[in-house]
């Protein structure tokens, strides 16, 4: 390639070598480079990197939305909430008539203690199960959990009903986890499937009995509906209940459960739905 094509390809700009150019508006034999003419009315072209940098900000020539800045100021900080741990089961509402939510797919063991009846036993299983948890229920009373498969599909659908000591290990994870109903009557015995990460355990107690004190004592969460008076003395002693509580245990309505965990207390009235009343009835303590 000769000179002279070399040189006209190369042009001015910021690759240009110096002294290989042609100077554009020159005439005739001299020096090279541009006559006063030309370098008056051409302006030299940006750095290639001062041309994406101003690309970059122009959003390569985009014109998209303009919203103002989403911010808070530091005083602002302490008014900023997230509602960490209100998600669960509604198992209904306390004394304001808020919902009561019961967090039962936990990463780590949860164990509950129920004393109280199987209609209350049964709702939170159907919740839980409305919520995307499997749910295996080991009783030795299958016909009255039967329903409850039936109408949600056949066990194929987050409800499965085994014969005492006969729960599989239930595979349970953050994608698929676990609640383990425990109807064993008063005296169960120790489970072959226990409380684990993303597996909860629910023991139900028709009535205070001798294990029932050192169940509630492993328990993370325990409830009680209407006992006895005696029942609920002991009840007073094992849990560390207020007299006023203890008083007014014998005097529950059917429904109406008292939650105690790490020594706060609360009152819920389980209220079910219309589709629970044609499947369970309405609320009662006696089975």
Known sequence: MSAAGTSTGMGTGPYATPGSSAALGSTGPGPVGPGPAAAASVAPEPALGGRMRERLRSGFG???PRHGRHALSVEQFDSLALPVGDDGVVIGVDAESRPA???INRPTPYDVVLIGGLWTAQVLALRAAATGARVAVETGRAQSW???V???GGGQNGLAVYDVGRV???GASAAGPVLVVRDCGMRP???RVVAGPWQ???TLLPYLSPVAPRLIRQAR???AQRVSPDEAAELGRTMGLPPADVESLPTLADGVTLWSADRDLQYVMTQPTDAEIGLLGTPRRMD
Do not use: D, E, N, T
Request: charged share 5%; no cysteine.
């Open 62 to 64: 985009l014109i998209g």
């Open 101 to 103: 939510v019961l967090g």
């Open 146 to 148: 039967i329903q409850l």
């Open 150 to 152: 039936h109408a949600m």
């Open 168 to 170: 599989p290990p239930q």
């Open 189 to 191: 015995p120790r489970g």
């Open 200 to 202: 909860s355990v629910l």
């Open 221 to 223: 969460l325990v409830g």
